[in-house]
C-alpha cells in the first residue's frame, strides 16, 4: 500500500458527510482482473463527473502487466456521494476473453468494489493544549527544584499529554513540549491510518465471485443493458402458471 496522504484524512474532510473512499481491488486475482480494474476505475471516474461528484484517485498500485492496476483508492466529494457509492460498492463482473492469454478459456471475471472508512484524523490546534507548570525531578542539583520550570502539555481532545523538563527556561520547555505533543500526534494519526491500511489489505481476500451490481461485456467494457421491459420476468410467470 501506498504511503500516508493527509489530503484523504484531513479535518475539513471529517466535517463533510457527502465524502466517501472507496477500494477497488483485484482481490489478487490474475492479469485480468488487474486489467479490469483498470477499466473499472475509468467508468467510476467518467460516471462521478456526470453526476457532477468531485473524484481524486488518492492511490493506485500498478498491475504487472502495462495499463493494468492492482488496487486504487478513490475519493469521492458531492451532494450524492453516498448514492452514488452505493450504487458501485460490492462485486464487478467482466465477461470476455482473457486479453493477456489467448487459447485461455475462463471468461468471466470478477473484481471487488469496497467503502473505506474514513480515519478519525486528530488536527493539532495549540489552542487544544493544556499547559501545567511543574517542578523538574531530572538531575541538575538544588537549582532545578527551585521554580517550577518543568511543563506538561495536554492534549484536551485526546488526553494525549508530554512533559518536557530538558531547560531551566520554562519557556523553552513551553516549547519542547509543544513539539514533543504534535509530534505524538502525528504517530497516533499514522497508527491509526497503518490499521485502516491493513483493513484494505484485507478486502483482497473478500471478493465475492458471484452476486454482481454491476456486469460489463467484451473489450471495450460495455456495461450490460439492464431489461427494464419485464417481458422476461413476465413470460416466466406465465409458463409456471402453465405448469401448475
Known sequence: ???????????????????????????????????????????????????????????????????????????????????????????????????????????NWFVGIFEIEQSKDTAFHEKDVQYQAMRSSGAGGQHVNKVSSAIRATHVPTGIAVVAMDSRSQHQNKKLATERLKQKIEENNWNQFKNQEQNAWSNQMQIERGNPVRVFEGSDFKKQKEDKSYKKERLKLKRQDYNE
Open 1 to 107: 500500500m501506498g504511503h500516508y496522504n493527509k489530503h484523504i484524512f484531513s479535518e475539513e474532510a471529517h466535517n463533510n458527510q457527502a465524502l466517501k473512499i472507496i477500494q477497488i481491488t483485484s482481490g489478487r486475482g490474475p492479469a485480468e482482473c488487474t486489467w479490469v480494474v483498470a477499466q473499472v476505475v475509468k467508468k467510476v471516474l467518467e460516471e462521478a463527473h456526470e453526476k457532477q461528484l468531485k473524484a481524486t484517485v488518492v492511490q493506485r498500485e500498478a498491475g504487472q502487466e502495462n495499463g493494468t492496476v492492482e488496487t486504487a483508492i478513490i475519493q469521492l466529494e458531492g451532494k450524492n456521494a453516498n448514492t452514488f457509492v452505493a450504487s458501485w460498492v460490492g462485486t464487478i463482473q467482466w465477461i470476455g476473453k482473457s486479453t493477456f492469454r489467448k487459447f485461455h478459456q475462463r471468461k
